[in-house]
């Protein structure tokens, strides 16, 4: 039976990366359902410049979100 | 002639496995939906069959891997790799009876390790490749798991505490449907591998395709049927243990828990550390639970499950084990599984037909 050994460098790099995706897309969510539900109670109170700030918050937020999904799609496509 | 037969009877085995697999992990995919009611349960559970099915065809590297540097790849023959299977299969429908998330990834190396153990002896298998590829990994997965379930729910809730709980719930559940079918895709791109690898292996050993041939058709295009069949079919009761038994789980939890489970694995799978879907996903459940109220999650239920994963290896290696004795003592080249598989299906229908005589449907969600 050979030595046990596990690289340390890679079980850190899963960590992190995880640690960071993780967080990142339920937060990239959140602010798409923050900026969208703004956008609607700014726009019911007549507020159409507020509005239209948070409608595009919400598709900025909604573009990062959608990137880490294509790069999670491309690295099930890649592996 | 023998010969062929054996390994017919393996590529069955491993189809049937494969079916375990999907039926076994569902819930990995589905549970949450469901328990948070994005989706009802059959529209799920078929959302999560075609994704299978699909991912079955996007990366064909062949996962041959799944025993590589787990056990000696010269010393594997037909008759090893259909105890393993017979292994693995035996422990995913025991945690199923029992509703138990477990790793089918782990009882497949499982089931294999106690078979080459047995046929080989203790030479066949290398202690570094279980400590490296089933241990730290079961170890790694659902505390990382756990940690990033927790922080992503404290932020999600932080940033939409004070908005009107409609509109979230609502985006919440739209959320689910598309980090439910991430973890459908990647599942299938992961678990059909290992069956069409196994396939393979079996076809080289017996001489029907060269080492360095491409993987055939008929074997893509059958792993991805029987994962994609035992996914619409269902593990309902582990969906129940994972959606509703661990926690009581709100959409914004069972979003935060399915997004981080697919964040955690593509990102090992990016950095080359593998780790098992449903760990990640356990984890992940538990950790969103206990950031809100560490009473919240039942540790009596999360206890039992730590426990199936303890067990999973040694267990299905033990039934990998004495299915090889009785293999090899009825004949590893023919008599052996054959009779060994009459078996298995005599008492897979025996169980069958009971449970239809009771009037309990073989699908029912309920």
Do not use: C
Not at chain 2, 24 to 33: E, Q, R
Not at chain 2, 196 to 216: C, K, R, S, T
Not at chain 2, 298 to 305: F, K, P, Q
């Amino acid at each position: 039976m050979t030595v046990f050994a596990v690289d340390g460098h890679l079980l850190w790099q899963v960590i992190w990366v995880s640690l960071l995706a993780g967080v990142a897309i339920s937060a990239l969510f959140s602010f798409v359902i923050l900026g969208a539900v703004r956008a609607g109670d700014a726009r019911r109170a007549g507020h159409g410049a507020a509005a239209a700030g948070y409608a595009a918050f919400a598709v900025v937020a909604f573009a990062l979100f959608a990137a880490g999904v294509v790069l999670g799609v491309q690295t099930m496509v890649d592996k | 002639m023998d010969h062929d037969f054996v390994l017919w009877i393996v590529v069955g085995t491993a189809l049937a496995f494969d079916f375990t697999n999907g039926f076994h992990d569902t819930a990995n995919a589905v549970a949450t939906s469901i328990s948070t009611r994005a989706l009802s349960p059959r529209l799920a559970v078929g959302i999560a069959a075609i994704l299978n099915f699909a991912g079955a065809f996007i990366s064909l590297a062949v996962a041959a891997t799944i025993a590589t540097g787990i056990v000696d790849a010269d010393l594997i023959t037909p008759a090893i790799v259909f105890a393993g299977l017979v292994g693995a299969i035996a422990w995913n429908l025991a945690t199923w009876y029992f509703g138990l998330p477990s790793s089918s990834s782990h009882a497949l190396i499982g089931g294999v390790v106690g078979s080459a153990f047995v046929a080989e002896g203790p030479e066949a298998v290398y202690g570094s490749g279980i400590i490296d590829k089933v241990v730290v990994p079961a170890l790694v997965a659902p505390v990382l798991a756990f940690v990033v379930g927790g922080l992503a729910i404290l932020v999600a809730y932080r940033i939409l505490g004070r908005q009107r709980p409609g509109p979230v719930v609502r985006g919440f559940r739209l959320g689910q449907v598309l980090s439910g079918s991430l973890l459908a895709l990647s599942h299938g791109t992961n678990d059909a591998q290992k069956t069409m690898g196994i396939i393979f292996l079996a076809l080289v050993a017996n001489g029907n395709v060269a080492a360095d041939a491409d993987v055939p058709t008929w074997v893509v295009v059958s792993a991805a049927t029987a994962i994609a069949l035992g996914t619409y079919v269902g593990g309902w009761r582990i969906i129940r243990t994972m959606g509703n038994r661990i926690i009581k789980m709100d959409p914004a939890q069972g979003f935060a828990a399915q997004g981080v489970g697919a964040t955690v694995i593509m990102a090992a799978s990016q950095v080359g550390f593998p780790l098992s879907t449903t760990h990640v996903i356990s984890g992940a459940i538990m950790g969103t639970g206990a950031a809100k109220r560490v009473s919240a999650v039942r540790w009596g239920v999360a206890g039992n499950i730590v426990a199936a994963w303890v067990l999973t290896l040694p267990a299905a290696a033990a039934v990998g084990g004495l299915t090889y004795a009785v293999v090899a003592l009825l004949g590893s080249e023919g008599l052996g599984p054959i009779a060994v598989s009459a078996a298995l299906l005599a008492a897979l229908a025996v169980a069958l037909g009971r449970r239809l005589v009771a009037g309990r449907t073989l699908t029912a969600e309920g």
